[in-house]
T-cell receptor, first 114, second 111 residues
C-alpha cells in the first residue's frame, strides 16, 4: 500500500501570511494531484504534476513535485480567507485508464483568519 | 460545466437498516469511483469501475456493501445492514483519463 503523509495536519494563520504544506511518501508516483475540499463538498482538483522537479503556479499557489517523484509541496503566498479548506494530496502509480487509482493523504486543514 | 451528480445529499438511517446511494457521472467518463471519507481523513477508495466492470473492490466490505454499474453509466452503492461505523461522507467520482471529478457526496449518519 502506498501511503501519503501530509503535514501539518492543522494550520491556522492570519490573512496575508505565507504558508507551505507538505506531502511525503516512501513510494514513487507517476503523478500527484492536489485538491481543495470545502465543508460538505467533494474535493476539487487544483493541479496535477507528473515530472520530477516540476513546478506549477496557479495564481498565488505554487506546487512542486520532488525530483524523485516521492514528495510534493504546496506554497500559498499572501493567504486570503477564501483559501480556507482541506488541502489533500493524492498520488497515482499508474498512467491512466482502468489502472488509474488515487491514494489520498489525510489532508491539511487550513484556516485563514481575516 | 459538467458535474458528477449524487443523491441524496444527506441520509440518516438506523443501524441494521438498508441504505442506497446513487451517482450519475460526467457523460462519456468510463471510469467511476466510490470513495468513503471519514471526518478528518482523506478519501478511501471503496470500488472502481471501468465501464460496467469492477476493476478494484479490494477495500469494499463485501459482507455488507455492494456496488453496481449495470449499463456502464450511473451507479448505486448499497449498505445492508448499516452499522454505526459506516457514518461518513460517500463520494462518487468519474474520470476520462487522469482528471478526476468528484461529486458533492452523500453524508450518511447511522444512529
Amino acid at each position: 500500500t502506498q501511503l501519503l503523509e501530509q503535514s501539518p495536519q492543522f494550520l491556522s494563520i492570519q490573512e496575508g501570511e505565507n504558508l507551505t504544506v507538505y506531502c511525503n511518501s516512501s513510494s514513487v508516483f507517476s503523478s500527484l494531484q492536489w485538491y481543495r475540499q470545502e465543508p460538505g463538498e467533494g474535493p476539487v482538483l487544483l493541479v496535477t504534476v507528473v515530472t520530477g522537479g516540476e513546478v506549477k503556479k496557479l495564481k498565488r499557489l505554487t506546487f512542486q513535485f520532488g525530483d524523485a517523484r516521492k514528495d510534493s509541496s504546496l506554497h500559498i503566498t499572501a493567504a486570503q480567507p477564501g483559501d480556507t479548506g482541506l488541502y489533500l494530496c493524492a498520488g497515482a502509480p499508474g498512467s491512466g485508464g482502468s489502472n488509474y487509482k488515487l491514494t489520498f493523504g489525510k489532508g491539511t486543514l487550513l484556516t485563514v483568519n481575516p | 460545466e459538467a458535474e458528477v451528480a449524487q443523491s441524496p445529499r444527506y441520509k440518516i438511517t438506523e443501524k441494521s437498516q438498508a441504505v442506497a446511494f446513487w451517482c450519475d457521472p460526467i457523460s462519456g467518463h468510463a471510469t467511476l469511483y466510490w470513495y468513503r471519507q471519514i471526518l478528518g481523513q482523506g478519501p478511501e477508495l471503496l470500488v472502481q469501475f471501468q465501464d460496467e466492470s469492477v476493476v478494484d473492490d479490494s477495500q469494499l466490505p463485501k459482507d455488507r456493501f455492494s456496488a453496481e454499474r449495470l449499463k456502464g453509466v450511473d451507479s448505486t452503492l448499497k449498505i445492508q445492514p448499516a452499522e454505526l461505523g459506516d457514518s461518513a461522507m460517500y463520494l462518487c467520482a468519474s474520470s476520462l483519463r487522469t482528471a478526476i471529478t468528484f461529486g458533492s457526496g452523500t453524508r450518511l449518519t447511522v444512529v
